[in-house]
């Protein structure tokens, strides 16, 4: 018997790192209705971390960001904003090489206040950090949701930077 693959958003998230999909083609795939896989595909473009292309047959679900981390809240103990961080960073240094020194220090900076924001503030269960890379341009995102008397409610701080 083959098993199906746990569906959480952040399994649909990986899922959607080799291309865009459609949400029948993932819900084959985890095994759960349509319904069902386009409340985690809402929850991803809430989270600003997935988009929907084009309508009708030919849409597709794409993945926004070149690199998403996520971390439960509150974080376990030793994890703080600044190995965090170093988290996102390992892989910023991988997408964007050419970035300069003072444009490091200043995304180092604007990100772990964010994430500090989230971590002292929110009520979510778990923050997450976005990143893309695209030319000179750096985009940070860092969302947490909260879901109250079945609302979801998504906070979401964004940095965009030119490095030049």
Same mark, same amino acid.
């Not at 209705?33 to 292309?53: I, K, P």
């Not at 994890?79 to 910023?92: I, Q, S, T, Y």
């Not at 604007?110 to 989230?118: G, S």
């Given at each position: #018997?083959?098993?199906?693959?746990?569906?959480?958003?952040?399994?649909?998230?990986?899922?959607?790192?080799?291309?865009?999909?459609?949400?029948?083609?993932?819900?084959?795939?985890?095994?759960?209705?349509?319904?069902?896989?386009?409340?985690?595909?809402?929850?991803?473009?809430?989270?600003?971390?997935?988009?929907?292309?084009?309508?009708? !047959?030919?849409?597709?679900? !794409? !993945?926004?960001?070149?690199? =998403?981390?996520?971390?439960?809240?509150?974080?376990?103990?030793?994890?703080? %904003?600044?190995?965090?961080?170093?988290?996102?960073?390992? %892989?910023?240094?991988?997408?964007?090489?050419?970035?300069? /020194?003072?444009?490091?220090?200043?995304?180092?900076?604007?990100? =772990?206040? #964010?994430?500090?924001?989230? /971590?002292?503030?929110?009520?979510?269960?778990?923050?997450?950090?976005?990143?893309?890379?695209?030319?000179?341009?750096?985009?940070?995102? /860092?969302?947490?949701? =909260?879901?109250?008397?079945?609302?979801?409610?998504?906070?979401?701080?964004?940095? /965009?930077?030119?490095?030049?």
């Amino acid at each position: #018997m083959t098993s199906t693959p746990a569906v959480t958003s952040d399994a649909v998230l990986q899922a959607l790192s080799a291309r865009p999909r459609s949400a029948g083609d993932l819900a084959r795939e985890f095994g759960v209705s349509r319904q069902a896989m386009r409340l985690h595909l809402n929850r991803l473009r809430d989270d600003r971390l997935g988009v929907l292309e084009g309508a009708g !047959r030919g849409a597709a679900w !794409r !993945r926004l960001f070149d690199l =998403t981390r996520s971390w439960p809240l509150p974080p376990p103990e030793g994890l703080a %904003e600044d190995g965090m961080w170093a988290d996102v960073r390992a %892989e910023l240094v991988v997408l964007a090489p050419g970035l300069s /020194i003072e444009a490091e220090r200043v995304l180092r900076h604007a990100t =772990t206040e #964010m994430l500090n924001n989230a /971590i002292d503030h929110s009520s979510g269960r778990a923050v997450r950090v976005g990143l893309r890379v695209d030319g000179d341009v750096v985009e940070v995102v /860092i969302g947490t949701s =909260t879901q109250t008397n079945g609302a979801v409610t998504t906070d979401v701080d964004e940095l /965009i930077l030119v490095n030049n």
